[in-house]
């Protein structure tokens, strides 16, 4: 007697037909989706398993629809189960952001094209469309991710408990830095635009784990980009592609900061919220999810931190508890 098809497959064959195909696993993220490769004969996809109890893929499909409505290059949905957690996706291929940079001698054709698809998704129209729109990042969003460096880093990882004076320490000068923050124009945020989430492949640059996307600061993509936590670049180069991100938000955008150091200083202190939200997120997929690797991430992601602050006076506290709690 013929043996009934598990869910996966049940679902491949009512969608791909009942030819002969093969389901390899690929890498994974740092939540619990998973990815397989499918290939039939004659064509090639990529399989997201998201457990439904603990993953919601209604907005990743949202979002898909609504970003490649707008020419932004993420994967074509080819069909969607969310009552299983199974999305089948167009296949960009094996080659991530990050190991096209390790290939190439010149990052800046790589960079360029990341930082105009960059424009294309915050020249989205901001009309309501997409879920995205419905979420504000705002203040107590921003807060909440800068309480991940101090209770999953500092106080897990590290395992040093906060003082009570130095955790009202702790917040003067975060509610110091997302008072700027909370300042700068508000576009589509990708919320993870980085390296190890963006696909180099014949066509370009591919965008993919947009599903958290939110409306928020103008700069906060840009420094994810720029700032990345899995590859550093030198100031020089990080001026080079904000100069060109900025030429183009003049013209797409209608953005034009005052001055150059003005939108800098915006960065940069956009840049810090990020990456320490980042040094957080690391102590805890390790603490709590037994996901160790990231730990290795923290030491250039910590790097970008101390230069920047060393920069401005005015968050000379935030500096001197950083040399107190993360040495």
């Not at 791909?16 to 690929?26: M, Q």
């Not at 996809?45 to 949202?62: G, H, Q, T, V, Y």
């Not at 129209?125 to 999953?152: K, V, Y």
């Not at 006076?313 to 001197?320: D, I, S, V």
Request: net charge negative; hydrophobic share 40%.
């Amino acid at each position: 007697m013929r043996q009934p098809l598990d869910p996966l497959h049940q679902f491949l064959h009512e969608t791909l037909g009942s030819a002969p195909l093969t389901v390899t696993r690929v890498a994974g993220d740092a939540s619990f989706r998973c990815y397989y490769r499918v290939e039939t004969a004659t064509d090639h996809f990529i399989l997201m398993d998201a457990p439904p109890d603990k993953e919601d893929s209604a907005p990743f499909l949202d979002i898909a629809c609504f970003l490649k409505r707008f020419g932004v290059p993420v994967p074509r949905i080819v069909q969607a189960r969310l009552d299983l957690g199974y999305l089948l996706l167009e296949d960009f291929g094996d080659v991530t952001f990050l190991e096209a940079i390790r290939q190439q001698a010149d990052p800046r054709p790589l960079y360029r094209a990341a930082v105009q698809t960059l424009l294309d998704i915050q020249a989205t129209p901001m009309d309501g469309s997409c879920i995205a729109h419905q979420r504000l990042f705002d203040r107590a969003m921003l807060r909440r991710e800068l309480a991940l460096f101090t209770d999953w880093y500092i106080e897990q990882i590290r395992e040093t408990p906060i003082a009570g004076e130095d955790r009202q320490r702790f917040e003067t000068v975060f509610t110091r830095l997302l008072e700027a923050i909370e300042q700068q124009p508000v576009v589509f945020v990708h919320r993870d635009y980085h390296s190890r989430n963006l696909m180099w492949h014949p066509g370009g640059v591919g965008v993919l784990d947009f599903q958290d996307a939110v409306v928020g600061p103008i700069t906060y993509d840009l420094a994810s980009l720029l700032r990345d936590c899995y590859v550093a670049w030198d100031p020089p180069f990080r001026a080079e592609m904000i100069a060109l991100w900025l030429d183009g938000a003049a013209t797409r955008l209608g953005y034009a900061p005052p001055d150059l150091p003005t939108f800098q200083r915006a960065f940069d202190w956009m840049a810090i919220q990020r990456n320490l939200k980042a040094i957080g997120i690391f102590g805890r997929l390790s603490r709590r999810d037994g996901k160790h690797g990231y730990l290795n991430d923290i030491p250039r992601t910590m790097g970008y931190v101390r230069e920047t602050l060393n920069l401005y006076p005015e968050l000379a506290l935030l500096n001197t508890l950083m040399d107190r709690y993360a040495p």
